[in-house]
T-cell receptor, first 114, second 113 residues
Framework: GEDVEQSLFLSVREGDSSVINCTYT??????LYWYKQEPGAGLQLLTY?????DMKQDQRLTVLLNKKDKHLSLRIADTQTGDSAIYFC??????????????FGTGTQLKVEL | SAVISQKPSRDICQRGTSLTIQCQVD?????MFWYRQQPGQSLTLIAT?????????ESGFVIDKFPISRPNLTFSTLTVSNMSPEDSSIYLC??????????FGQGTRLTVV
């Protein structure tokens, strides 16, 4: 089955770049997602990438995928205090015959300091 | 992004009672799911809500405890039955659109006392 791992905490200074890392285990074709969860809120989809891609950039967000190592990262440029939240990595393998559930990592608590 | 409305957004319930959570999507979607997020934890899939047939439950979750309805392609309900304090969690509805994007509702924060 799928297993997704993340580091629990990351602290950065405002204006610096943040890099949140994730590793996954599934070897089939898969979508990989990054979500942001602020206190008391639901999950906001930030970006996603399919496993045949190496990189995806969207404004301040850059996703890098190393498929060989099954390593995914989310880089947030010019990190702001409003970026403080929990960031979840999730995997959704594309299976014949259905499935399609997301498996989540533990979440990384990002703290942005002034 | 898909607009997903969940009701209620939060509730405090007595143990032994049941709560039904509604999920309404602004467009037809094939894939709809219910997740649970226990306090301080990550998300765990409860079940896949299948339109016109019984939901598919994950290991550790049973229909008697979490009955699910999916009468059409834009609506689903999850009931948390015979609640105990251990059921205190955030319950989230999720949909997959265009086979790629996976969106979540704002969640229902349930406290059982």
């Amino acid at each position: 089955g799928e297993d997704v791992e993340q580091s629990l905490f990351l602290s950065v200074r405002e204006g610096d770049s943040s890099v949140i890392n994730c590793t996954y285990t599934d070897s089939s074709s898969t979508y990989l997602y990054w979500y942001k969860q602020e206190p008391g809120a639901g999950l906001q989809l930030l970006t996603y990438i399919f496993s045949n891609m190496d990189m995806k950039q969207d404004q301040r967000l850059t996703v890098l995928l190393n498929k060989k190592d099954k390593h995914l990262s989310l880089r947030i440029a010019d990190t702001q205090t409003g970026d403080s939240a929990i960031y979840f990595c999730a995997e959704r393998p594309i299976l014949t015959g259905g499935g399609n559930k997301l498996t989540f990592g533990t979440g990384t608590q990002l703290k942005v300091e002034l | 992004s898909a607009v997903i409305s969940q009701k209620p957004s939060r509730d405090i319930c007595q143990r032994g009672t049941s709560l039904t959570i509604q999920c309404q999507v602004d467009s037809q979607v094939t894939m709809m799911f219910w997740y649970r997020q226990q306090p301080g934890q990550s998300l765990t899939l409860i079940a896949t809500a299948n339109q016109g047939s019984e939901a598919t439950y994950e290991s550790g979750f049973v229909i008697d405890k979490f009955p699910i309805s999916r009468p059409n392609l834009t609506f689903s309900t999850l009931t948390v039955s015979n609640m105990s304090p251990e059921d205190s969690s955030i319950y989230l509805c999720s949909v997959v659109r265009d086979r790629e994007e996976a969106f979540f509702g704002q969640g229902t924060r349930l406290t059982v006392v």
